[in-house]
């Protein structure tokens, strides 16, 4: 169907109102009526794009683009998505088979004839020759499918209620998983304020000390000049400095904070903002030259990863 600019923004508008929600679902609704028995089954799993697969039986065709419709109602924007709508009509579906008499008749002449002509024994049998073409014929039923569709929308309008349902309880409970890591992540870095300081101190003592520690070994007397050993630090305190990354890893909590509020279609940015934050991370790692930060880096790689692969299950 061809993209329309006015029905396109109307369903941003609606997925920017819904909640954050998971990828996977499945949806399942049976109803028994005078014609037989309907049954709709919806299910998805994680896609980059929006990917939705139709199967119904070949004389409802008609109904794909109406599916069709309700699915978009839904505001679905990402994942694989399978919607099946099944009909179990009891005999009717036997009671449309018939057998072609005069074709049956002309395949038992027929080989009646060339068994005959090359002398075997045929031992001819009616079952072998019910897979023959043309022999069983099927009668599409004469009904109106249009009558089918109220009870059809119907079942399938509740399979996508229990779809949407399992989506959005399962996208609540990742954001409230992510937003657990965020809360340690925003832990460590208020810990790495106060640390960063201290490591900054311990390696200026560590650089004067192996300054002193050269001079000595190589038999010079006297000390580094004041004002050589003050540039020298300087320097040092500027690689080590980690309060950039700090202030942009606190600003990325917040835009991942506000995006789940946000709701609708998140999973692409936090997604960007969940690589961000490794970014951030290994900067720090690679600047402060501290054990406890590195090992503290460390965890926070964990928590980052565990955020990311929850966020790649979000819509």
């Not at 954001?175 to 992540?185: F, K, P, Q, T, W």
Request: with cysteine; glycine share 8%; proline share 3%.
């Amino acid at each position: 169907m061809a993209d329309k600019p006015a029905g396109k923004s109307d369903s941003a508008g609606k997925a920017a109102k819904n909640p954050p929600r998971s990828m996977t679902g499945y949806g399942r609704s049976v109803s028994d009526g005078p014609t037989g028995r309907y049954v709709a089954e919806v299910r998805s799993v994680n896609g980059r794009f929006m990917k939705l697969s139709v199967k119904t039986p070949s004389r409802y065709a008609s109904f794909e683009e109406r599916i069709k419709a309700l699915i978009d109602e839904i505001g679905l924007i990402r994942g694989s998505v399978e919607v099946g709508l099944y009909f179990d009509e009891g005999g009717a579906e036997a009671a449309g088979f018939s057998l072609n008499a005069a074709a049956l008749k002309a395949y038992v002449s027929q080989v009646k004839a060339l068994s005959k002509q090359l002398k075997v024994k045929d031992g001819l049998t009616l079952t072998p020759l019910l897979s023959l073409p043309g022999v069983v014929a099927r009668k599409e039923p004469d009904e109106d499918t249009e009558s089918r569709w109220k009870p059809c929308a119907a079942v399938l309008g509740e399979a996508l209620r229990q779809f949407n349902a399992m989506r959005e309880k399962e996208g609540a409970a990742l954001v409230r998983d992510i937003r657990a890591r965020l809360d340690e992540l925003r832990n460590h870095c208020q810990t790495l304020v106060s640390e960063a300081p201290k490591a900054l101190e311990t390696s200026r003592t560590r650089f004067r000390d192996r300054v002193t520690k050269a001079l000595e070994a190589a038999g010079i007397s006297g000390s580094l000049s004041p004002e050589n050993l003050e540039r020298e630090l300087v320097l040092l305190a500027d690689k080590m400095d980690v309060s950039e990354e700090l202030a942009r890893l606190g600003s990325h909590f917040e835009q991942m904070e506000s995006t789940l509020k946000g709701g609708g279609e998140v999973g692409k940015k936090l997604d960007f903002l969940t690589q961000e934050l490794f970014r951030e991370v290994n900067t720090v790692g690679s600047k402060a030259n501290d054990q406890s930060i590195t090992h503290r880096m460390v965890e926070m790689k964990g928590l980052i990863e565990k955020i990311r692969e929850q966020v790649q299950n979000l819509e």
